[in-house]
């Protein structure tokens, strides 16, 4: 059974930095592609960042591009998301999702339905 756990999340001012963390369990973890996708209210939970197994390939939505960086730490069974220069748009809930059936892929999708195993969010605000 894979489990995953987010934190990090808060409030912050517009220009402002949060990073977030999320722990992963299950033994082949190192295996999979995982990533975050946030919602917001009133709209469908989207794409934010992944990275595949091996921390080589890294994908992320035009809309935080240059601004939020996505990282893991496969000995530690985490995946990380810092985020700078934050908006008052990036306010939602952020969740981290592992991609379990396509172990050792090095092939990112941003497709909902392809993660099958999601944490249970962290809220992150952002003020103008």
């Known amino acids: 059974q894979v489990q995953l756990v987010e934190s990090g999340g808060g409030l912050v001012q517009a220009g402002g930095s949060l990073r977030l963390s999320c722990v992963i369990s299950?033994?082949?973890?190192?295996?999979?592609?995982l990533g975050w996708f946030r919602q917001a209210p009133g709209k469908e939970r989207e794409f934010v960042a992944a990275?595949?197994?091996?921390?080589?390939?890294?994908l992320y939505a035009d809309s935080v591009k240059g601004r939020f960086t996505i990282s893991r730490d496969n000995a530690k069974g985490t995946v990380s998301l810092q985020m700078n220069n934050l908006k008052p748009e990036d306010t939602a809930v952020y969740y981290c999702?592992?991609?379990?059936?396509?172990?050792?892929?090095?092939?990112?999708?941003?497709?909902?339905?392809?993660?099958?195993?999601w944490g249970q969010g962290t809220q992150v605000t952002v003020s103008s």
């Open positions: 999702a592992a991609d379990t059936r396509r172990r050792y892929s090095e092939v990112v999708v941003t497709t909902t339905t392809v993660y099958d195993y």
């Open positions: 299950g033994r082949t973890f190192s295996s999979y592609i």
């Open positions: 990275i595949t197994w091996s921390g080589t390939n890294t």
